[in-house]
């Protein structure tokens, strides 16, 4: 018996586009929105996969292990992305992200190499990817060999396996530990997986990298706990968050971050009990998590 052909919703055409090329421009945009609508709905379905794929991540992370993102294409292009994001966001370098044909491919259209499964293997083999990481393959169809071969090879490993796809019958879902399928349907123009196929990758990936980090403690209530100060306009943020929550002013927050050397969870604990950036920077690597150990000074003071 031949096997069953996988059905491709993201190569299907959409009817709710046809005669696109004869609509005007406001129609086409009106199409375009009202498809975009489906996403999040498409998204909060799977909140049940993206939990534990959460887990697994802080597992990983907790264990000293990595949250690889591996991709080609526009899916790729995605993880690179939300993994250079963690960097300033949460000032981690636990979250990465590998595109097939880098660097060419950030920029330009290298679509061939997604068919290579065993580049997929020398480039997890560059970063030294071990059983204790957790990679997180993205493909919208499900099917890119770049993409298998990565997952194929970690699961070799035994490391654990995430797949994100918007085809339900993707044959990534036989290699993962846990699947993330947003069914966001046919894209506006056929193929073009970049559209709602692509903006559900990225909600899902915003969702799992932030709500990895929040349960790693890089979050404080809702503020970038660990953001890195390295421009204008994170130095200004770093203050406000001091202030917040030490109620000290811009100048007493501005002076706690530079004698922290531009840490700011130290700069707050030594505002918070008025202690050196050394006994400040002992107490947050002996707690739990930087949050455990911020939450228990706060309390203290009643907020």
Not at 1 to 29: C, G, H, W
Request: hydrophobic content about 40%; overall charge positive.
């Amino acid at each position: 018996m031949k096997p069953k052909p996988v059905v491709r919703i993201t190569e299907q055409t959409n009817p709710a586009s046809d005669s696109l090329d004869t609509k005007s421009t406001r129609e086409i945009l009106g199409i375009i929105n009202r498809e975009d609508r489906l996403v999040a709905t498409a998204v909060g379905k799977t909140i049940p996969q993206i939990e534990l794929a959460v887990a697994i991540a802080v597992e990983a992370i907790r264990n000293g292990g990595r949250m690889v993102y591996l991709g080609s294409g526009s899916s790729g292009r995605l993880g690179v992305l939300d993994s250079a994001e963690c960097v300033p966001t949460f000032g981690t370098s636990s979250v990465v992200a590998i595109l097939a044909g880098t660097p060419e491919a950030l920029t330009l259209s290298v679509e061939a190499v997604e068919d290579n499964p065993r580049e997929a293997v020398r480039d997890l083999k560059r970063i030294k990817l071990t059983r204790h990481d957790l990679l997180v393959g993205i493909s919208a169809s499900g099917s890119a060999p770049y993409v298998l071969g990565g997952m194929r090879y970690a699961r070799n490993l035994k490391a654990k396996v995430i797949g994100i796809t918007c085809n339900p019958d993707a044959p990534l879902k036989t290699l993962a530990d846990v699947t993330i399928i947003p069914v966001v349907g046919p894209e506006v123009v056929a193929g073009s997986s970049r559209m709602k196929g692509g903006t559900a990758q990225k909600l899902v990936l915003n969702m799992l990298s932030t709500a990895t980090m929040v349960q790693l403690g890089y979050v404080l209530s809702s503020s970038m706990i660990n953001v890195q100060p390295t421009n204008r306009k994170l130095w200004k943020r770093a203050e406000g968050i001091l202030t917040k929550f030490t109620g000290v002013g811009e100048a007493k927050a501005a002076q706690a971050l530079r004698d922290s050397r531009r840490n700011l969870p130290v700069a707050m604990l030594m505002l918070l009990k008025k202690i050196t950036n050394v006994e400040a920077a002992r107490l947050l690597h002996d707690g739990q998590s930087v949050t455990e150990v911020l939450r228990r000074e706060l309390r203290k003071r009643g907020k």
